[in-house]
């Protein structure tokens, strides 16, 4: 799938929301475009099918807020948060997920989200998100929360991570989805513009901090930290690469 763009004038004092869509099924971009659209004050600038480009989207857009997918492939919508807030901090990312576990919700405010909505959440209730984010506030479905306040939920997002992926670097991060996606070493080095050493370099720092030694184990790791998600749509892009490379 290729970015999409919708050329529109930036935002401004009293001027509509400018939204960029990050999903990896298309079908899900374009309902929430069709929604979003008919609500005024909301424009969608564009649409992107992975992390990458919703990154690239963002630096050539500069949308007001992101809607970010969690898993999506090639880069997650975690990390891609990362990538925007650190170039970006003016553009405010709403996390928009099936996944409601709350490790999921801490990473994505530790990432630099503004706010985390169930996928299952109605029109009101997104539109609401949208622009309380855009203003500078923050969202969370209350079910997500579990009792807890946003200001509870940042105080637990701001503490030391202990797990095994507070240890990896953003890059190490990246190279771990995608072996859990089934890149090989060489596809890795092309998606990243690194060389094949490199990419055997993350690889071993990899295994030395998550005391992992075989590739088969971290694709393992990845899929239960969810990290990577072994799905059709993955499969069949694995798929599509073995043959390009035959």
Known sequence: MSPQEYPHERAGTGA?????????????RQGLRSLLQERPGLIVVGEAG????????????????????????????????????????????????????????VAAVRAG???????????EELELAIRAIARGNTYFSPELLRGLDSMDLYRVANQPGSGALDRLSHREREVLQLIGEGFTNREIAGELGVSVKTVEAHISRLGQKLGIRR?????RFALRAGVAALDTDTLERAEARRRAGA
Do not use: F
């Open 113 to 123: 989200a503004s706010g985390y909505l169930r996928k299952s959440a109605d029109v």
């Open 215 to 219: 590739r088969g184990e971290l694709i």
């Open 16 to 28: 509509p929301v400018r939204i960029l869509i990050a999903d990896d099924h298309s079908l899900m």
């Open 50 to 105: 992975d992390g990458r480009e919703a990154v690239a989207l963002a630096l050539r857009l500069h949308p007001d807020v992101v809607l970010m997918d969690v898993v999506m492939p090639s880069l997650n919508g975690v990390e891609a948060t990362v990538a925007i807030r650190r170039r970006l901090p003016e553009t405010r990312v709403l996390m928009l997920s099936a996944y409601t576990e709350m490790e999921h919700v």
